[in-house]
């Protein structure tokens, strides 16, 4: 694998929770160097990209959204250092930050492939609108924007196109998806794996269909895993927990399967909050996942 360019966004303000601003360092310090070093992995941390996170947390009445401006701008900030990254011919490995930073990841990412797969891995859809979310909470729109659908502002960053095709997009481990992202994922015909799909055919079998699926269609595969997706049990540090995700152990195995397949073109894990954990458990298990993406093994 190339040299790998780590790069902490940590934005706080597309959702209510503080402190997952927190989570870029938390996984940092879990071990993730180290984690690499030992696979014999070489990296450059370029840090944490200097956020403002600042905004008035209400609702705006004309968009339904909180923090626009400000969310616009960190992901602005992040497309950008996304690009160079990639430019250097790196391996970006993204460590957030809620899931609005998707936004930007996908909008530097995009323009070095033209066919980019993103495998969303979240108890959530993240396919609301101002129109549909019940929250107005820009995290939970952020796959949406990815497909071109939602306000202009987000749609734009980087250029007006879509950041990604729902045709090669897969959804793993939803769990918890609202009225107008279910009629979303109809219309869009976007894959998705809910829990009841993990549980009927296990999820071995769910990866090796996603990878194969991916293999016929994309040049690049984005992982865009939020700790969420995983059951709470296993990450309590984050701030939308849904009961009733896979374990740890099944999704090790799924990070792991990503890995033997060398599907992955980069990665990014998203809302762990220092904060809300308990003894950096959510962080520790996010470099143990982020590890198996890179090969770590057992034996
Ligand atoms: N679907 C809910 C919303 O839009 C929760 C999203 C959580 C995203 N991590 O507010």
Same mark, same amino acid.
């Given at each position: 694998? *190339?040299?790998?360019?780590?790069?902490?966004?940590?934005?706080?303000?597309?959702?209510?929770?503080?402190?997952?601003?927190?989570? /870029? +360092?938390?996984?940092?310090?879990?071990?993730?160097?180290?984690?690499?070093?030992?696979? *014999?992995?070489?990296? +450059?941390?370029?840090?944490?990209? +200097?956020?403002?996170?600042?905004?008035?947390?209400?609702? %705006?009445?004309?968009?339904?959204?909180?923090?626009?401006?400000?969310?616009?701008?960190?992901?602005?900030?992040?497309?950008?250092? @996304?690009?160079? @990254?990639?430019?250097?011919?790196?391996?970006?490995?993204?460590? #957030?930050?809620?899931?609005? !930073?998707?936004?930007?990841?996908?909008?530097?990412?995009?323009?070095?492939?033209?066919?980019?797969? @993103?495998?969303?891995?979240?108890?959530?859809?993240?396919?609301?609108? #101002?129109?549909?979310?019940?929250?107005?909470?820009?995290?939970? =729109?952020?796959?949406?924007?990815?497909?071109?659908? #939602?306000?202009?502002?987000?749609?734009? !960053?980087?250029?007006?196109?879509?950041?990604?095709?729902?045709?090669?997009?897969?959804?793993?481990?939803?769990?918890?998806?609202?009225?107008?992202?279910?009629?979303?994922?109809?219309?869009?015909?976007?894959?998705?794996?809910? $829990?009841?799909? !993990?549980?009927?055919?296990? =999820?071995?079998?769910? =990866?090796?269909?996603?990878?194969?699926?991916?293999?016929?269609?994309?040049?690049? &595969?984005?992982?865009?895993?939020?700790?969420? #997706? !995983? %059951?709470?049990?296993?990450?309590?540090?984050?701030?939308?927990?849904?009961?009733?995700? /896979?374990?740890?152990?099944?999704?090790? $195995?799924? =990070?792991? $399967?990503?890995? %033997?397949?060398?599907?992955?073109?980069?990665?990014?894990?998203?809302?762990?909050?220092?904060?809300?954990?308990?003894? +950096?458990?959510?962080?520790? &298990?996010?470099? %143990?996942?982020?590890?198996?993406?890179?090969?770590?093994?057992?034996?």
């Amino acid at each position: 694998k *190339n040299n790998v360019g780590i790069i902490g966004a940590p934005i706080t303000i597309a959702q209510p929770n503080l402190g997952v601003d927190f989570g /870029p +360092n938390a996984i940092r310090y879990a071990g993730l160097a180290k984690r690499l070093d030992q696979l *014999n992995i070489t990296y +450059n941390d370029y840090g944490n990209i +200097n956020i403002k996170n600042e905004g008035s947390d209400k609702q %705006d009445p004309k968009t339904n959204l909180k923090n626009l401006d400000e969310v616009v701008k960190g992901n602005q900030q992040i497309a950008e250092e @996304v690009k160079l @990254v990639k430019k250097k011919g790196e391996f970006p490995l993204i460590l #957030g930050g809620d899931h609005s !930073i998707a936004i930007g990841t996908l909008a530097g990412l995009y323009e070095f492939y033209d066919q980019l797969g @993103v495998i969303w891995f979240d108890a959530h859809a993240d396919l609301n609108t #101002g129109e549909t979310s019940p929250s107005g909470n820009i995290h939970g =729109m952020s796959l949406a924007v990815n497909l071109g659908v #939602g306000d202009e502002q987000l749609t734009s !960053i980087n250029g007006n196109q879509k950041k990604v095709k729902p045709e090669n997009t897969i959804i793993i481990g939803a769990r918890s998806i609202d009225d107008g992202e279910r009629d979303f994922i109809k219309e869009q015909g976007i894959k998705v794996y809910t $829990m009841y799909d !993990i549980e009927r055919k296990g =999820m071995e079998n769910v =990866m090796k269909e996603a990878i194969q699926y991916l293999k016929g269609r994309v040049d690049g &595969v984005h992982l865009s895993l939020d700790v969420d #997706g !995983i %059951d709470p049990l296993h990450t309590p540090g984050t701030g939308t927990r849904v009961v009733g995700g /896979p374990s740890y152990r099944e999704t090790h $195995m799924a =990070m792991s $399967m990503l890995h %033997d397949a060398e599907v992955l073109t980069s990665v990014e894990v998203v809302e762990v909050n220092p904060l809300l954990d308990d003894q +950096n458990k959510t962080a520790e &298990v996010a470099a %143990d996942i982020i590890a198996a993406t890179f090969g770590e093994k057992y034996l």
